[in-house]
């Protein structure tokens, strides 16, 4: 299993709802990304994981909420969302230490903020 | 800090002809992991091709194969017999080896058509 599972693929959420997307993983790595995605643009990094405790927050707005309850298993929980908060939100895991480097990455899911 | 730069935003290329695609990075590291990622429109980022920046032979993966000159810090991507199923956006990336929460730093990208 090489797969990084995310759902859902699409939603839909006013700026008022509290929505999660999930992000699942059975590869054994333990560590995970969460990337955020504009059209045309490349993915920029969201959060960190390592061993399921957070290690790198790039700044993000509280309104974004991560959570890693287990080793495969990666949430971001989101309330209060803006427009421009609209885009492609990617998971991706990685072995924690590796001699490839290489992140597994999930299709996606397209958040879209009314 | 590490950066990448693709300067090509969009190419196209005939059915079965062979397309380069150009990236650049800067670094102080000497040891660190290249990669090209391809993400069709179906939007799922997919790794194409990987370099160890030990490893001076060039990486190849059937179609796809690359040139990396380490001195000039270039890491350019070939594909060969180029398919419809290669229209997509290539975007390079650069990473330094270690613990599992070393972010990827991404160039731009390359939107590439390939034209029946």
């Known amino acids: 299993d090489t797969e990084v599972t995310q759902t859902p693929k699409h939603l839909v959420m006013g700026m008022t709802n509290k929505k999660s997307l999930k992000c699942e993983q059975h590869m054994g790595h333990r560590a995970m990304y969460w990337y955020k995605q504009k059209a045309k643009k490349p993915p920029e990094l969201m959060f960190v994981y390592s061993y399921e405790k957070l290690s790198i927050n790039e700044s993000v707005p509280s309104r974004f909420s991560p959570e890693c309850p287990n080793s495969s298993l990666l949430n971001l929980h989101l309330h209060a969302l803006q427009p421009e908060d609209s885009a492609l939100y990617l998971c991706?895991?990685?072995?924690?230490?590796?001699?490839?480097?290489?992140?597994?990455f999930g299709e996606g899911s397209r958040l879209t903020v009314l | 800090a590490q950066t990448v730069t693709q300067s090509q935003p969009e190419m196209s290329v005939q059915e079965a002809e062979t397309v380069t695609l150009s990236c650049t990075y800067d670094?102080?590291?000497?040891?660190?992991?290249l990669f090209w990622y391809k993400q069709p429109p179906s939007r799922q980022m997919i790794l194409v091709i990987r370099?160890?920046?030990?490893?001076?032979q060039n990486a190849t993966e059937n179609r796809f194969s690359v040139n990396f000159q380490k001195a000039a810090k270039s890491f350019s991507l070939k594909i060969s017999d180029s398919q419809l199923g290669d229209t997509a956006m290539y975007f390079c990336a650069f990473m330094k080896p270690g613990s599992g929460n070393t972010p990827l730093v991404f160039g731009k990208g390359t939107r590439l058509s390939v034209i029946a």
């Open positions: 370099q160890e920046a030990y490893k001076q």
């Open positions: 991706a895991s990685r072995r924690g230490v590796t001699t490839t480097g290489e992140l597994f």
């Open positions: 670094t102080s590291e000497n040891n660190y992991y």
